[in-house]
């Protein structure tokens, strides 16, 4: 017999469907068909005992789907309630309460998870929270920014650092120091012996190469900075430098410029010690290297040096960031060039290309806005003792 609810066909003693379960109260009547449809009837009835599994599917689909829209309706109930809430609670006292929540175990999440998904679209509509994530936003660009292009030139750093490569061996010395307790600054000693001074194939003031003894003495390992210099100052009353008023020339650890060599005189003899004449400071450029051009090499880098920099808006960079010569003397070769108590004189057997008055004195070394050429070990520059300029300071010696 056929079930009346399912349209299943069944066997005429079946008490109930085999397929909804549903009972069986009238017997089915006999249908008149061919025997295609009748074979076909017959062929049915042989699995009528087996379920059949998208009919046994269709329930539970239908539920599933209520389930889900129920769901969904919540999500959007509580989006809304909390969007509102958002609302209120944009306030001082507001935020702290959400943050509160926030940092609860049982809230937190699902405070963070509803806030990260309505913020966006209220921020749209309040002008001052999205004035406040947009300045946000750009700020977290910028700050991508700079970290990209720090990152750049760290790598460009590490490049040139890679491909640079010295032109001779450096020597590891160990060296003897005193430190000087009036300006606190450490001093490297450098023992007595000949060393030969000038340059045949540069200007004609480093001509001839000559040799020279010089008796052992202590210089300061880098240049005096304006923290040292401006100590000098409270206790003596001197005048500072006009230069130390400028940003690009007043940081602490920036050597000293714009002085005369009557104010480098001056320093060094309230901190107990002298300028280094020409020789000494030449002996002590070269680290105990003949031959060369540079401190250390006959080549230079901006890596290795501070040089050539724009004389309008750039400056002298701090002590002792660049790396020491073989005698552990920093800025050698650049940074400011440096006063020495020679005059203005020609070397035995040669001489000046332009004559110098006899308040002249020899400064060395060159600076951060020359040109490598001035910063060789053996080029002579000469000035005025009471001539002052950006580019220039010094360092000290004292007898061994």
Not at 293 to 311: G, Q, R
Request: proline share 5%; glycine share 6%.
């Amino acid at each position: 017999m056929i079930c009346k609810k399912c349209n299943t066909l069944n066997s005429n003693d079946a008490k109930v469907c085999v397929n909804c379960g549903e009972k069986l109260t009238t017997m089915a009547q006999p249908l008149k068909q061919d025997k295609k449809s009748s074979a076909t009837q017959s062929s049915t009835s042989r699995f009528a005992s087996t379920p059949k599994p998208a009919q046994t599917k269709s329930k539970p689909a239908g539920g599933s789907e209520k389930k889900s829209h129920t769901g969904m309706l919540l999500l959007l109930l509580i989006i809304v309630i909390a969007g509102a809430g958002y609302i209120l609670v944009n306030t001082d006292e507001g935020k702290k309460y959400v943050e509160d929540l926030k940092s609860n175990e049982t809230f937190g999440k699902y405070i963070t998870m509803i806030d990260s998904l309505i913020k966006p679209y209220i921020t749209e509509y309040i002008p001052s929270m999205k004035a406040k994530e947009e300045a946000k936003r750009l700020a977290e660009e910028e700050a991508k920014k700079l970290e990209e292009e720090k990152k750049k030139k760290l790598n460009a750093k590490k490049s040139s650092d890679e491909e640079y490569k010295p032109v001779i061996k450096r020597v590891n010395r160990a060296m003897q120091y005193y430190r000087a307790l009036k300006d606190n600054m450490n001093m490297v000693l450098i023992t007595e012996g000949s060393v030969m001074i000038g340059c045949e194939t540069e200007s004609e003031n480093e001509r001839p190469i000559h040799e020279v003894y010089v008796k052992a003495f202590y210089i300061d390992e880098h240049e005096v900075t304006n923290s040292q210099f401006r100590i000098f100052v409270e206790e003596t009353g001197y005048k500072l430098p006009k230069h130390i008023l400028f940003d690009q020339f007043n940081g602490p650890n920036q050597p000293i410029v714009g002085v005369s060599y009557q104010d480098a005189e001056a320093y060094a003899k309230w901190a107990g010690k002298r300028l280094p004449s020409e020789y000494e400071w030449e002996k002590a450029a070269r680290g105990g290297l003949a031959g060369l051009k540079y401190p250390f090499s006959n080549e230079i880098d901006p890596m290795i040096a501070c040089y050539d920099l724009n004389p309008v808006n750039d400056g002298p960079a701090d002590v002792k960031s660049y790396e020491p010569n073989d005698y552990k003397l920093y800025d050698m070769a650049g940074n400011v060039a440096e006063w020495t108590t020679s005059v203005a004189a020609p070397y035995p057997g040669g001489r000046l290309f332009k004559e110098y008055g006899s308040d002249y004195r020899c400064i060395r070394g060159g600076s951060w806005k020359d040109i490598k050429s001035n910063l060789t070990v053996s080029v002579r520059d000469f000035k005025g003792i009471s001539w002052s300029g950006n580019h220039v300071g010094f360092r000290c010696v004292m007898d061994y």
